[in-house]
């Protein structure tokens, strides 16, 4: 039972609690540049995904014969060779999307995320949880980019993923197109989401404040419970 | 002694299962990728040469030259389509232009590749502004200017707020048909 319970949670974590990009503000340069629409961030979310996945699943598999010292290059070499795969992969079967994220595939190689995950938790873990590590992680940055690349793509230029969702009578905010777009809606995303984290954690303090009042307010409860 | 050994040992057997499974891979795309350059070409080209038929390589020309053709057995020659990069605001702007056959008219005009500033250079991509050098005779060079075009003086319109951008595009053809102009001339290409 809490070895399921641990595995889910391996998974789920990356989704929100340590999302890399809203919590641990991880891979910031993929994340800022290649989000002008939904489907860029989604092509970009879903190379890196394959790039972790495979990457963790290696090097959770020979973790014990890597000799520490030459660890972080044996890690590189292994990204790399995914990253490269994916690059030629997309040239060949998706000229247009791989023209789109330009140089920002062969940058995988060096987003912290993967190289940060590896460190932290192949190279300590089993294949199974590294896995599910690396899939968690990969559906949080998918999540955080597709929510990026949606809002600027729906204020810069009134489409969601190639369909108009505003009127003509909108017009579009280029600057959500232009990188400043970027820094703001990553901004004023993270800050919508610490403040709603913030206030439930108030609200959850007062709710235990509130219990222990209410508890104190009654001792002849309590005291005739005793 | 001993640590640095397997250092080297591991370095050296993931290395080389990484470039033969790269270099599989790499076979494999190679002529995908190739295939979808060749496809890219041949749009522009079409497009910027919506009357031609069939198309040709110029090999002689020590730059990309397509020679295109009225009908499918290469017989009658109607112009040229040229690539061509040059400059642009920030980064590098690649266009497909197509000149007729006395190197004097252009027929079409396509941008290929640009990092101009999207909603202001990116409009030199658009049909309004890349019309304006469908039938205009390049006589000798093209012109731009701010008001309105005179095409008698072979001038374009500049774009408003993209004039950087506009300027560019202008001075890349007019290189191209030097280029293509000193090519033909000097009997390279016939």
């Known amino acids: ?226 | 002694m001993n640590t640095i050994v397997k250092m080297l040992i591991t370095l050296t057997i993931v290395g080389v299962i990484s470039g033969g499974l790269l270099s599989q891979i790499s076979n494999w795309a190679e002529p995908k990728i190739e295939m979808n350059r060749k496809l890219e070409t041949e749009r522009a080209i079409f497009l910027v040469q919506p009357e031609a038929k069939s198309y040709l390589k110029i090999e002689e020309a020590d730059f990309e030259l397509y020679q295109v053709f009225k009908d499918e057995n290469k017989s009658e020659s109607i112009g040229y389509a040229l690539p061509f990069e040059g400059n642009g605001f920030q980064g590098k702007i690649r266009l497909m232009v197509g000149v007729n056959v006395d190197l004097q008219q252009l027929v079409g005009l396509e941008v290929l590749e640009q990092v101009e500033t999207p909603g202001l250079g990116t409009k030199v991509t658009e049909k309004p502004f890349t019309n304006q050098f469908i039938g205009l005779t390049a006589n000798p060079i093209v012109n731009w200017t701010k008001a309105e075009a005179n095409k008698d003086k072979s001038e374009i319109q500049t774009i408003t707020g993209a004039t950087i951008s506009s300027k560019a595009i202008v001075v890349i053809i007019n290189d191209g048909l030097s280029k293509l102009r000193s090519t033909v001339e000097n009997g390279e290409a016939k």
């Open chain 1, 1 to 226: 039972m809490s070895k399921n319970v641990s595995a889910v949670k391996d998974f789920t974590k990356g989704l929100w609690e340590q999302n890399a990009v809203f919590k641990q503000v991880l891979g910031m340069c993929p994340t800022l540049a290649v989000t002008v629409s939904a489907i860029n961030g989604i092509a970009m979310a879903l190379a890196t995904t394959f790039v972790l996945v495979f990457s963790s699943m290696i090097i959770s598999l020979i973790r014990k014969l890597i000799p520490t010292q030459v660890r972080i290059a044996s890690y590189i070499l292994i990204i790399a060779t995914f990253v490269t795969i994916v690059d030629l992969v997309m040239k060949a079967l998706f000229p247009e999307l791989s023209k789109a994220l330009g140089p920002y595939i062969p940058l995988i190689v060096v987003n912290c995320l993967i190289l940060g995950r590896q460190e932290a938790f192949s190279s300590k873990n089993g294949v199974f949880r590294s896995v599910l590590d690396a899939l968690g992680m990969g559906a949080g940055f998918l999540l955080a980019l597709f929510m990026l690349g949606g809002v600027r793509e729906i204020l810069g230029s009134r489409t969601l993923l190639g369909f108009q969702v505003l009127p003509n009578l909108y017009e579009p905010w280029l600057v959500m197109i232009l990188p400043a777009g970027a820094f703001l809606t990553l901004g004023l995303l993270m800050a919508y989401f610490n403040n709603r984290e913030i206030n439930k954690k108030t609200k959850q303090r007062e709710a235990i404040l509130q219990k222990h009042l209410s508890s104190k307010q009654s001792p002849a409860v309590e005291g005739g419970e005793a």
